[in-house]
């Protein structure tokens, strides 16, 4: 039984301060947390569907960048520092001129494709706002996966966005040249 004074291991405590430094944060690189603004910002908990998407998304995705050796995908828990935040998108490409010779930290830089998807407990505003910071600190592309409308929302710019559904097809355009998958896919 649980009363005020006590609490289950099982639930873990915000690390005290909630608000440092990015210095302080890579430092510390604290699992489960992103950075933004100064703030520690805890990350949601996956739901299966999102592991589900998140790997119907990696495995083609995968293949064909290492078929064309274009780069690295990475997975979330991959810290890339933006402007005023480090984050841990979903699912990252980096492409192979810009790779990092230090593989025991995180990246310095924003990465080229920036994957998220959306938690039942993401707010569409911190989601479209997450994805104009990548936008800002250099990513060239940015999907933002929608389990519950099986949709993509693909962001090329603040200006210039595009909204797909099932019947559509998710392209790497510039990025991952080459790359295609059904949106369909991705929701199987």
Known sequence: MLNAQTKPESIQELPSPTTMTMEEFLENDLEGYEYVKGELVPMAAAAIVHGEIGVNIIIPLGSYVRENKLGRLYTIETTFQLNDRVVKPDIAFVSTERLSEDKLKGFPVAPDLAIEIVSPTDKQYDVT????????????????????????????????????????????????????????????
Do not use: H, N
């Open 129 to 188: 706002e997450k994805a104009f910071a990548y936008l800002k600190s250099g990513t060239r592309l940015v999907w933002v996966i929608e389990p519950v409308a099986k949709t993509v929302m693909v962001y090329r710019s603040e200006t210039d966005f595009t909204l797909l559904s099932c019947e559509d097809t998710l392209t790497g355009e510039d990025v991952v040249e080459g790359f295609a998958c059904p949106v369909a896919q991705l929701f199987e």
